[in-house]
């Protein structure tokens, strides 16, 4: 069986791994030995805690681009690649160095990576690479430049300033040369993990998009009686605990669960009627008695409340929720939520508001019939399938040009 290296490269929070996860336990159960490459392990150690698996701790190479203080501005992945080490000769120097290192101490037979720009560098030519992610990590790479994600952005960063260091790195490392800044991310395999509804490049996109590795839920229609909310949120962003005050003042009944809890925090939001949960609840449980979702836009959170059919209000806190929020919002069933110091004063109308709306009702319920008439998701299926094919294509390769696995 394979050795398959598994994991990512840039990215916070348990998303990537949780969208992960299922892939590793379908590689081990066929008998492939997996070994994890992840960014924020400390983050993640209760998601790592059971079944002792290898973990490697991947190079962190983040830093904002000289003279862009700002991220906001950031309109390509290209961009995004410049504060992950690819601005700055030395700094992708070492990541490439670091990443070759523990490639050649791991020697997998695959790599399945989900956002790894300096990664994908690494294996360039030399490893085969299936990527698995979403539209926004995973942007459409058969042009010569990566194409603009935000509406009437443009690049911050020079390609062929980009390309020199690249290219620069990688003879200085022995290693194969891109002719492009995207060549590298023409792996063998590349999988889009989402819902076509919230792919940033639906007009561009080429890669199959495969859905949520898991989330996806069935249609259900709104509960009876009086209306319910259900908020996923997170205190590390300043603008949670306005939305948290703002939920208690409501006279609405809800339940929260919120990454990074504590016993003050829960005292604090106490009121008749208002849940606090210390641990996440199951998407098909908590949906089915909620009126609606209120979240920060993440791709594993919106395709659980579009296939269901829920209404959402939505506080993205970067680039890539905003975009999920916008496209959720284009599709007319959710609205993003400005947090300015009124929240807690604000957002009991709004939520009286969202409950009125019930053609947005209407929307999000048509809109989950949709997706459920495409069929079943089998998304884990189609990885591994994709995966092995990868290997044997691999394989015959190597084999015909006399190359030792």
């Keep these: 069986m394979a050795h398959i290296m598994v994991g990512y ?33 400390r983050e993640n150690a209760a998601m790592l805690a059971g079944k002792p698996r290898a973990v490697l701790p991947v190079p962190d190479l983040v830093a904002n681009i000289p003279g862009h203080k700002n991220l906001a501005p950031l309109s390509t992945y290209l961009d995004i690649m410049c504060i992950a080490g690819f601005y700055d000769r030395q700094t992708l120097d070492v990541g490439i160095r670091s990443w070759k290192t523990l490639l050649d ?44 994600f935000r509406k009437g952005g443009k690049p911050q960063v020079d390609p062929s300033h980009v390309l020199r260091i690249m290219r620069a790195v ?27 509804e919230l792919d940033p490049y639906p007009d561009l996109r080429r890669d199959p998009v495969i859905g949520p ?28 605990w306005p939305v948290l005050q703002g939920l208690k003042a409501s006279r609405m009944s809800g339940e929260v669960f919120v990454k990074g ?10 009121r008749p009627g208002l849940t606090i949960h210390r641990k996440f609840q199951p998407f098909d449980e908590i949906l089915s008695r909620s009126s609606m979702v209120i ?12 296939s269901a059919g829920r209404p959402q209000i939505l506080i993205p806190t970067q680039m890539e929720s905003r975009l999920m929020a916008d496209a959720v919002v284009a599709r007319g069933c959710g609205q993003i939520l400005t947090c ?42 189609t990885i591994i399938s994709t995966c092995h094919t ?15 696995q």
């Excluded at 809890?261 to 106490?270: E, K």
């Design 261 to 270: 809890i504590n016993d003050d925090v829960a005292r604090a939001l106490q």
């Design 213 to 240: 590795v898991r989330g996806l839920q069935e249609p259900q229609s709104l509960p009876e009686g009086s209306p319910h909310f259900f908020a996923y949120l997170d205190l590390v962003h300043e603008t949670t």
């Design 390 to 404: 990868v290997l044997d294509d691999w394989s015959d390769s190597s084999d015909q040009l006399g190359v030792a």
């Design 9 to 41: 490269e840039l990215g916070g929070g348990h998303g990537h791994l949780y969208r992960l996860l299922p892939v590793v336990r379908a590689l081990e159960a066929r008998g492939h030995r997996v070994t994890l490459f992840l960014r924020n392990i």
């Design 340 to 381: 300015q110091g009124n929240s807690a004063q604000g957002l009991p109308r709004v939520l009286a508001a969202m409950i009125a709306d019930r053609r947005m009702a209407e929307r999000a319920h048509g809109l989950a019939h949709e997706i459920k008439q495409r069929g079943p998701q089998q998304t884990v299926d």
């Design 105 to 148: 101490h791991a020697q997998p037979d695959l790599v399945i990576a989900d956002h790894s720009p300096v990664l994908m560098m690494a294996c360039f030519g030399r490893y085969p690479v299936v990527q698995v992610a979403d539209g926004f990590t995973l942007p459409p790479a058969h042009s010569p430049q990566f194409p603009v």
């Design 170 to 196: 990688q003879r200085d490392n022995g290693l194969p040369m891109p002719a492009t800044v995207t060549e590298p991310f023409r792996t063998a395999g590349r999988l889009v993990c989402s819902l076509p």
């Design 295 to 306: 979240h920060h836009g993440s791709n594993g959170t919106c395709c659980a409340a579009l």
